[in-house]
C-alpha cells in the first residue's frame, strides 16, 4: 500500500521541491496543501487545498477537511508558517505528532520565555510590551542592552538589540511595523523585550522519537551575532565545542522539549553559551530553515527532508554517520533594493571546498535585510576536511560574489 502524506508546503518556501524529491525518491503520495491567495487562486486554476490560509489555522482546519477524500497515514508542515494547522489536522484526524497546544507555546517567544523562566533554566529577564505601552521608558528591571522581538517572526526578522533609550524607543517602533504587517495577530501579540545574552551562538539539530531527543546536528555560528540586527551567515559543523559544552547543549534542549510538550518530529534550536552556561533563544517543532539542511546529507546519508519523511511514517532511519566538515553560508543581502542578477558564479563554484550554490533570490524581487527581510539571496555550500577549510572556502566564494541590487525603486516598480 502506498503511504501518503499530507504537505503544507508555503508558497514561497524554499523546501517544497526536496521535500517532493525525497517523497518521489520513497514512492510516497503528496496530498499538497498551499497558501495561493484565495481571490486569485480560482483564476490560476488552482482548487480549495491550494488557497488554505496558514496564518488562520481554525478556519483552515475546516477547508483542508472539506476537501480530504482519504485520511492521510501523515501530516507535515514544511515551515513555521503551517505548524499550528499541520498539528489541528493530526489531532483531528487522529494522527501521531505534537499537539496544537505545544506548538503554539514553541512558535511565541513569550510563552517560551515564562516557560524557561518558571522551570529554573537560564533565562534573562525579559517584559511583554503591549501594544500601546510606551516605547520611551525602558522596563524594570531591564537594563540596556536590551533585545526587542516580534513575537511569531523567524530567521531574525523583527529582531533589533538596543544600547540606549534613543535607540530603543527607535526599535520599539520599527518592530512593531514589522510585526503588524507580517502578523495579522500583531496588535494583539504586542512585543518581547528581553536583556541581551552574550555569547557564542549555536544550533541543535535534532529528532524527537517518543519524547527522546535523537541529535542529528550540532552547528557552529563562528560570526559574532551581536546586533544590533542579527543576519546569520554561516553555519559549520561539526561543532568545535567541547564534549562537555555539547553535552549541556542537549540535555538543555531535551529538558526545554519535555516541558513544551513536544514529544515527536523534528526539532530545531537556537542557543547561546557563556561561562553561566546554556541560554535557549528558540525551540521549534520543525527542521532547519532555507536550505541550509541540504548541509546535513553527508553525515545522515540522505536528505534531512527524506528522514523526517522516514520517520512520519515509521520507516527505517539510517544510523549517523561520520562525515567530513560541511558548511553553508546564507548569502548576506547587502542593501534594500531590487536584486536584479549575480555575476563571479563561476569562478566562486571553483573554489576548492565549494560544493554547490544556489541563488534564490529572482531578478526584480525586492530584497530587504534583517530585521525586515523574510528572504535570502541564496545559499553557499562548502565540504572540507576540517571546519576552518569549510569556512575559508564559503568566505572566498562570497568574495567573489557581485550582486547588482538596484537601490532606486520607482513607485510603479514598488506597486509591480
Not at 497558501?35 to 487545498?49: E, H, I, T
Not at 522596563?139 to 533585545?147: E, T
Not at 568566505?395 to 560574489?401: F, S, T
Amino acid at each position: 500500500m502506498v503511504n501518503r502524506v499530507l504537505l503544507l508546503l508555503p508558497t514561497t518556501g524554499y523546501r517544497n521541491d526536496d521535500f517532493l524529491e525525497a517523497a518521489g525518491q520513497l514512492d510516497i503520495q503528496i496530498i499538497s496543501v498551499a497558501n495561493y491567495c484565495r481571490r486569485l487562486a480560482p483564476s490560476w486554476g488552482k482548487g480549495p487545498m491550494q488557497s488554505v490560509p496558514f496564518d488562520q489555522p481554525e478556519r483552515a482546519l475546516n477547508r483542508v477537511l472539506n476537501a480530504l477524500k482519504r485520511r492521510p497515514d501523515a501530516v507535515l508542515a514544511v515551515d513555521d508558517s503551517g505548524l499550528d494547522l499541520a498539528a489541528l489536522l493530526r489531532q483531528r484526524l487522529g494522527l501521531a505528532g505534537n499537539s496544537p497546544e505545544a506548538v503554539r507555546l514553541t512558535r511565541d517567544k513569550l510563552a517560551f520565555r515564562r516557560l524557561l523562566h518558571d522551570a529554573g533554566l537560564n533565562c534573562p529577564d525579559f517584559f511583554h510590551l503591549a501594544r500601546d505601552a510606551d516605547a520611551n521608558a525602558l522596563p524594570q528591571p531591564l537594563r540596556f542592552p536590551v533585545v526587542v522581538k516580534a513575537r511569531r517572526l523567524s530567521a531574525s526578522r523583527g529582531v533589533v538589540r538596543a544600547d540606549t533609550p534613543q535607540a530603543y524607543a527607535r526599535a520599539v517602533n520599527w518592530v512593531r511595523a514589522i510585526q503588524a504587517k507580517a502578523d495579522r495577530d500583531a496588535a494583539a501579540l504586542g512585543l518581547i523585550v528581553e536583556d541581551f545574552i552574550p555569547g557564542s551562538e549555536h544550533a541543535l539539530e535534532g529528532l524527537l522519537q517518543d519524547g527522546a531527543l535523537r541529535l542529528l546536528a550540532l552547528i557552529d555560528k563562528p560570526d559574532p551575532l551581536d546586533g544590533p540586527y542579527f543576519e546569520e551567515t554561516v553555519y559549520l559543523t561539526p561543532s568545535r565545542l567541547t564534549p562537555e559544552q555539547q553535552d549541556a547543549i542537549v540535555q538543555s534542549v531535551q529538558r526545554a522539549c519535555v516541558l513544551a510538550g513536544l514529544k515527536s518530529g523534528p526539532v530545531h534550536a537556537e542557543m547561546r553559551l557563556n561561562a553561566q552556561g546554556v541560554w535557549l533563544l528558540e525551540l521549534a517543532a520543525r527542521s532547519i530553515g532555507g536550505l541550509c539542511g541540504r548541509m546535513l546529507r553527508p553525515a545522515l546519508g540522505m536528505s534531512l527532508e527524506e528522514l523526517i519523511l522516514r520517520d512520519a511514517l515509521q520507516l527505517p532511519l539510517p544510523e549517523a554517520r561520520q562525515a567530513a566538515a560541511n558548511g553553508v553560508m546564507m548569502i548576506p543581502i547587502p542593501r534594500h533594493g531590487l536584486f536584479q542578477g549575480v555575476s563571479g558564479i563561476e569562478q566562486a563554484r571553483a573554489v576548492a571546498g565549494i560544493s554547490d550554490i544556489r541563488i534564490t533570490a529572482g531578478a526584480g524581487q525586492l530584497i530587504s535585510a534583517p530585521p525586515e527581510g523574510a528572504s535570502y539571496l541564496g545559499f553557499i555550500f562548502a565540504q572540507g576536511q576540517s571546519v576552518d577549510a569549510v569556512d575559508s572556502a564559503l568566505r572566498e566564494a562570497h568574495r567573489l560574489l557581485e550582486f547588482d541590487i538596484r537601490t532606486e525603486i520607482s513607485v510603479s516598480e514598488m506597486r509591480a
